[in-house]
């Protein structure tokens, strides 16, 4: 298959909790190219655009502003199959479940927050990919 990019996320608890360069070193280890990279607040706009498949569930709002709580470090990275490598990598979406090995796993917990507070976002087909390659890094 084609060289495939993807949209990570570090998300404001993993930059919170000094994570960003344990992430990155994950993604170089496994010998992905980090394209782009860039930390800011996101705005609720861009949130909102980012997250649009979850609009109307009840955990929308409090992930929103959880997203928007402090700077994100988005990263954009390149490789065969990398899209499928860093879901594998991230692990299930609640920290609890996800297995020992994966960034989720071995650094993520439950909080008790009202958002799930997991660490890392990574884009989950070729289709998402593109669309939110293009919110956070318009000039890509
Ligand atoms: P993922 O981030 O693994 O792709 P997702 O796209 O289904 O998961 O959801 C986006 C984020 O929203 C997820 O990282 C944490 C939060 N979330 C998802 N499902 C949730 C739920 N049932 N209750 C609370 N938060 C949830
Ligand atoms: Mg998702």
Redesign the pocket.
Known sequence: PAVERTLVLVKPDGVRRGLVGEVLRRLEAKGYTLVALDLRVPDAELLRAH?A??EG???FG??VEFMGSGPVAAVVVEGQRVIEAF?AM?G???PTAAAPGTIRGDLGRDWGTA??Q?IV??S?SPASAQREIALWFPHL
């Open positions: 997250y498949e979850h569930k009840p955990f409090p992930l879901r991230a299930a979406t609640d958002a799930t997991n976002h990574g989950d």
